[in-house]
């Protein structure tokens, strides 16, 4: 069976301090994968999604960036976290239909 | 993007009461889910209704998408406590990516 994973689960940084989310898949071969930022447990917003190693598209202009190394690897990254940086990330990965699996998601909060 | 509105944002009922949530767009979805979130955790897929019409019961959840594959909604029977939680739709867009609406957040009182 499938299992993702991410890490840290929780974390806190000060403003302007760098940033690397890792999530990675399991039981799965070339897998979509998926970042998202919720805020206040509402609605996700996709920031990033890729369909194979090295191949990313950004959804919104923003201070993150994303990487795929590896084919079950997603990274989120960020030179410099800003206060609005803060909130709730979710990895998902798909298929080849559109139903997505989320990992567990990390807790950033920026000071 | 397409754009995805659920109502109510926020339910409070009783246990053993009925509720249901819609989900509504202008755009049409070749696919729509279902999924249920719990406080510090990652969402859980319920369901994906795929044909216009289509019914899905999932014990006391029933799922039914619009005719025109433009809406859905999700209706509970006897919500339990253990319902509570943050309800979400997403529909399939372009490109194996989904739109999410905003979520209804379900608090089922003991």
């Known amino acids: 069976s499938q299992t993702i994973h991410q890490w840290p689960a929780t974390l806190v940084q000060p403003v302007g301090s760098p940033l690397s989310l890792e999530c990675t898949v399991e039981?799965?071969?070339?897998?979509?994968l998926y970042w998202y930022r919720q805020a206040a447990g509402r609605g996700l917003q996709l920031l990033f999604y890729s369909v194979g190693i090295g191949q990313i598209s950004s959804e919104v202009p923003q201070n993150l960036s994303a990487s795929r190394p590896q084919d079950r690897q997603f990274i989120l990254s960020s030179k410099k976290l800003l206060l609005s940086d803060s909130g709730f990330y979710l990895c998902?990965?798909?298929?080849?239909?559109?139903?997505?699996?989320f990992g567990p998601g990390t807790r950033l909060t920026v000071t | 993007t397409q754009l995805l509105e659920q109502s109510p944002q926020f339910l409070s009922i009783q246990e053993g009461e009925n509720l249901t949530v819609y989900c509504n767009s202008s755009?049409?979805?070749?696919?729509l889910q279902w999924y249920r979130q719990e406080p510090g955790e990652g969402p859980v897929l319920l369901v994906t209704?795929?044909?216009?019409?289509e019914v899905k019961k999932l014990k006391r959840l029933t799922f039914q998408f619009g005719d025109a594959r433009k809406d859905s909604s999700l209706h509970i029977t006897a919500a339990q406590p253990g319902d509570t939680g943050l309800y979400l739709c997403a529909g399939a867009e372009y490109g194996n990516k989904l739109v999410f609406g905003a979520g209804t957040i379900l608090r089922v009182k003991s």
């Open positions: 755009s049409v979805f070749s696919s």
């Open positions: 209704v795929v044909t216009g019409g």
């Open positions: 998902a990965w798909s298929g080849t239909s559109y139903e997505q699996y």
């Open positions: 039981g799965t071969s070339n897998p979509n």
